[in-house]
């Protein structure tokens, strides 16, 4: 069966988290990609793009921890698997997860903390699980946006376009109006005259919002020193239950 998890370090128990690896299922990405891989002596490392200029928080946590690196990598062969039969299929199985692990609690569905659409059967299969589970409120953050250009996505799936990556441009050209940018701290994303989402609140709105990097970075990287000037000021934020 496919894993959900539920709630991180700033969302709660009420919101269900679907993962696949970071990275290897971004085909969108550009400055955040990362992913981790196995080396010849079967220890996990990072590896960075061509084009990164930050390390993807998610791609560091599978480095870091076995169990998240497996879970992962088990949801993406199992779905990879389903959709081989057909993305009903996909659908059926990804729901049968979905009603597992939910509980009377669960109020939002957060499709990949970590990893993508990374083609459009996989995005046909979650958008009929979000018509089937009408009382759930399911979103994402996206660098697939040439997935979404001619999809028509139910009332309760909202997604946020995530700037950084191949298809910026269809941001810029105003087909994504709700997307979201990655700063170094709140000072970069007032300059952008951004708001900086803690909670993922942002992402039921009609606004673009500043995310604000965090995770293992490079060392001597500029984006480094604006991670440990934070934590200093002890500006990182905590868990605060997402309404909407």
């Known amino acids: 069966m496919l894993n959900f998890s539920k709630g991180n370090a700033k969302l709660g128990t009420h919101t269900l988290i679907f993962n696949l690896p970071a990275g290897k299922t971004c085909p969108g990405a550009m400055f955040c990609k990362s992913f981790a891989a196995v080396d010849s002596n079967g220890k996990r490392k990072i590896v960075d793009g061509s084009h990164t200029e930050f390390r993807c928080f998610a791609a560091s946590s599978e480095v870091q921890y076995d169990a ?8 993406l062969n199992t779905v990879v ?8 299929h996909a659908a059926d199985q990804i729901n049968v997860a979905l009603q597992h692990f939910r509980t009377r609690k669960t109020e939002l569905v957060r ?11 996989y995005l046909d299969a979650w958008i009929e699980v979000a018509k089937r589970n009408p009382d759930l409120k399911f979103y994402c ?11 028509a996505l139910p009332a309760n799936f909202y997604m946020t376009a995530s700037y950084g990556g191949k298809y ?22 007032a300059k952008l005259g951004l708001e900086v989402d803690h ?5 039921f709105g009609d606004k673009p919002f500043a995310l604000l990097v965090h995770g293992t970075q490079p060392k001597g990287s ?7 000037e934070r934590r200093k ?3 990182f934020s905590g868990y605060s239950k997402v309404t909407v």
């Open 168 to 189: 910026d441009y269809l941001i810029d050209e105003g087909f994504f109006t709700r997307y979201s940018k990655v700063c170094m701290n709140d000072a970069d994303a």
């Open 233 to 235: 000021n002890k500006q």
């Open 199 to 203: 909670d993922d609140t942002h992402c």
């Open 222 to 228: 500029s984006w480094g020193a604006a991670i440990r």
């Open 68 to 75: 998240v690196f497996e879970n992962r990598a088990r949801n």
């Open 81 to 88: 698997e389903y959709l081989q039969i057909s993305v009903n």
């Open 111 to 121: 499709i990949h903390e970590s990893g993508d659409f990374f083609n459009v059967a």
């Open 141 to 151: 953050y996206s660098k697939s946006l040439e997935f979404f250009m001619a999809k």
